[in-house]
């Protein structure tokens, strides 16, 4: 089914980052597009605002009028919904077409130079810098976030003159091999999602074959010291970066006052006194790769310093919620044991000073049980642990399976506790806090106005 075919739009898990990101996008294009979701959220309360008819009953009889013409009616499915879901099913039984979210990216991206981000950590961060520098520059683009952008208040950036489209390219459920990158960077390949791959062998084997889809012509951005032996296209340029080492990397890094200043260092020119918007060590590598990107792509160096400094951040990642000299706060998304050691070193470069507490609440069974040693070292960084049980998103329980895992392995010396999520402002009450970082995937999002309350209260 092609863009101009599609009347409407019925997404089955509408509520997700990636997924409101399209339902904004359709919106935008004037189709029907309605939805279901499990649970209300913020997101899903600002798409039904925004014109999208949401429910959150699992009913095929909640499905709009309008959403019921096979032939004028595209259903998006999210990986995460159960084979047995009953709307999944009427639209299955009754022959209308279903595509994943990427199989639409790719449908939508096909006509233009796809720039994508790929990762199993830092694409969020890096595909919403890459589309803030390039939307503030001549050059413009339409863009598809993971995450929320702070400069933008959203998932979606539109361009009505871009041939550009930016891209998260997800490595989840495969979801990436549907897209036909113009260039892409790839950022880390460190194992997850084994429930999916298995073997770290077959995780590595779905990096190389996406690899292999970017077009002639094109190029792949790939960071120094990644694991993967990749396979371009002939006609397809292959860089490096880096923080400090690579085609494209940093050099004279100052980090002092709150305020990061680098050199961008490029095949023919460094651009000098490069300010980071979001002052924290790991987005000198993120802020690398983005640039590398637009450089390629026409951006001029003062475009660069321009979209650097006043790029605002995304939200959960490494979100600042309380920044005073009492207490500091912030939110992050770091759910891999990659993500949290980064994190953590980054907490730490600015705060070496001062005891830093974090909260973690694991995502998932199986990633807890492939990873809990990991886990457990990541953590050890922290002077203080608080855990909590795991979220089960789209899981059920494994047995022998819980946060007491990763609890049994962080290191002697370092405080630890568990606790419930409806404990979790109990126990800190008590606790003398001077830098807090809560981590995670799942909801203890929903926890931090709270969790600001409580801090700025004491």
Known sequence: MEINQIKSVYFIGAGGIGMSALVRYFLSKGKNVAGYDRTPSEL??????????????????????ECLDKNST?????????????????????????????????????????????????????????????????????AFLGG??????????????????????????????????????????????????????????????????????????????VSLQPKVQEGVKVYTYSKEEGDFHAENIRIGNGEIFIDFVTPDEVIKDIQLGVPVSINIENGVAAMALCWLNGVTAEEIKSGMASFGGVDRRFDFKIKNDKVVY??????????????????????????????????????????????????????????????????????????KLIFDNIREGVEKSMCTKENM??????KKIEVLITLGAGDIEDYTTDIQNLLNNK
Request: glycine share 4%; hydrophobic share 35%.
């Open 330 to 403: 912030l939110s992050d998304y770091a759910h891999h044991p990659s993500e949290i050691k980064q994190s953590i070193i980054s907490v730490r470069d600015l705060y070496n000073d001062k005891k830093i507490t974090g909260i973690f609440q694991p995502h998932l069974y199986t990633r807890t049980r492939d990873f809990y040693k990991d886990f457990a070292d990541s953590l050890s960084l922290l002077d203080e642990v608080i855990l909590l049980d795991i979220y089960p998103a789209r899981e059920l329980p494994i047995p022998g399976v819980t946060s």
């Open 148 to 225: 929320i952008s702070k400069n933008y208040k959203s998932n979606l950036i539109l361009s009505d003159k871009s041939d550009f489209t930016v891209i998260e390219a997800d490595e989840f459920d495969r979801s990436f091999h549907w897209l036909h990158p113009y260039m892409s960077v790839i950022t880390s390949t460190d194992p997850d999602h084994l429930d999916i791959y298995g073997t770290e062998e077959a995780y590595l084997e779905s990096f190389e074959k996406y690899t292999s889809l970017i077009q002639p012509g094109g190029c792949l951005i790939i960071r120094k010291g």
């Open 74 to 142: 595209l259903v998006v499915l999210t990986p995460a919904i159960p084979k047995e879901h009953a709307e999944l099913n009427f639209f299955i039984d009754n022959n209308f077409e279903i595509q994943k979210r990427a199989q639409v990216l790719g449908t939508i991206t096909r006509a233009s130079k796809g720039l994508c981000v790929a990762g199993t950590h830092g694409k969020t961060t890096t595909s919403t810098m890459t589309a803030h520098i390039l939307h503030q520059s001549k050059v413009d683009c339409t």
């Open 425 to 430: 402002l109990s126990v800190l009450k008590d």
């Open 44 to 65: 899903t309360e600002k798409l039904i605002e925004e014109g999208a008819k949401i429910h959150y009953s699992e009913d095929i009889k909640l499905i709009p009028e």
